[in-house]
């Protein structure tokens, strides 16, 4: 039997665990036959540091997963799911193309103008083959030294840094 949980006098089917986390574990759930992501946080004030997160990166016009359900009882923040890959996973595979790159610089221009800086490792956003989504929810004051420009580009390039980054989140990039 697939087991199911409680959300908003909703039951969703648990597909699958996509990895647990410190502070949460992230499943992929239906209902009815619609797909959603899922976050079960272990605790409150983690919850509520990642809602508020989201809140602030959507203020900032950063283009994330829409935001289903909140349940602020058991935890559980519930999105949408973007059918696509890690560009991470991407970028093993082969060069990307130039409308991911335009998509990492459309988010950056809106971290830039509202003084911040996300976390540009490629394995936090998600391409669905049409637009670029930020996946992680951390970000930080701007800071020159760790912006796109000046650090986090390197790694969305086939560079020594993008490679070797790569091989550390377990790609064979010689296949």
């Given at each position: 039997m697939q087991e199911e949980i409680k959300i908003k006098h909703r039951l969703y089917k648990i597909i699958s665990?996509?990895?647990s986390h410190q502070y949460f574990d992230s499943f992929v759930v239906s209902f009815k036959s619609k797909k959603y992501f899922m976050r079960k946080y272990k605790d409150t004030p983690s919850f509520l540091a990642s809602l508020n997160?989201?809140?602030q990166l959507k203020k900032y016009g950063i283009n994330i997963p829409k935001l289903v359900a909140i349940d602020k009882k058991n935890n559980i923040l519930l999105f949408k799911y973007?059918?696509?890959e890690l560009v991470s996973n991407l970028l093993a595979k082969e060069d990307l193309k130039d409308v991911v790159?335009?998509?990492i610089f459309l988010i950056y221009r809106f971290a830039?103008?509202?003084k911040i800086d996300l976390n540009y490792m490629p394995e936090k956003y998600m391409f669905d083959g049409k637009e670029l989504y930020y996946v992680g929810e951390e970000f930080f004051p701007a800071n020159k030294d760790k912006n796109l420009e000046n650090f986090g580009l390197r790694y969305w390039l086939t560079s020594?840094?993008?490679i070797n980054h790569l091989e550390e989140l377990g790609f064979d990039i010689n296949k």
């Open positions: 665990l996509v990895k997160n989201y809140q973007i059918d696509g790159f335009d998509g830039r103008f509202s020594l840094e993008g």
